[in-house]
């Protein structure tokens, strides 16, 4: 069992940045692919970014790629997202989750774990 807090939302102007955090509770962390997603209001939540196990290897959704970077820390039980020059079109709650199937995935039905997300908003 996994559960996941995300943390370092808000508010935000267009152009700037935010880092946001999400603590895992287990000691299995280290052996999950990590993810983060988004949800707009009135849209379906989608994929942001993934991340391996080990941090090795990590994959972008085309709309975030060169602005947003994900990063693991297993030894804090912690995964990041750097969010870099941000839109309003960014603005959405977002979410991290663990994937249950051992490799990162853009597909949230691979996510076994969810956390119960935090609110970004872009200003322009």
């Known amino acids: 069992q996994v559960q996941l807090v995300e943390s370092g939302g808000g508010l935000v102007q267009a152009g700037g940045s935010l880092r946001l955090s999400c603590a895992a509770s287990?000691?299995?962390?280290?052996?999950?692919?990590m993810g983060w997603f988004r949800q707009a209001p009135g849209k379906e939540r989608e994929f942001v970014t993934t991340?391996?196990?080990?941090?090795?290897?990590?994959y972008y959704a085309d709309s975030v790629k060169g602005r947003f970077t994900i990063s693991r820390d297993n030894a804090k039980n912690t995964v990041y997202l750097q969010m870099n020059s941000l839109k309003p079109e960014d603005a959405a709650v977002y979410y991290c989750?663990?994937?249950?199937?051992?490799?990162?995935?853009?597909?949230?039905?691979?996510?076994?774990?969810w956390g119960q997300g935090t609110q970004v908003t872009v200003s322009s």
């Open positions: 991340i391996s196990w080990s941090g090795d290897r990590t």
């Open positions: 989750a663990a994937s249950g199937g051992g490799f990162p995935t853009g597909r949230a039905r691979d996510y076994e774990y």
């Open positions: 287990g000691r299995t962390f280290s052996t999950y692919p």
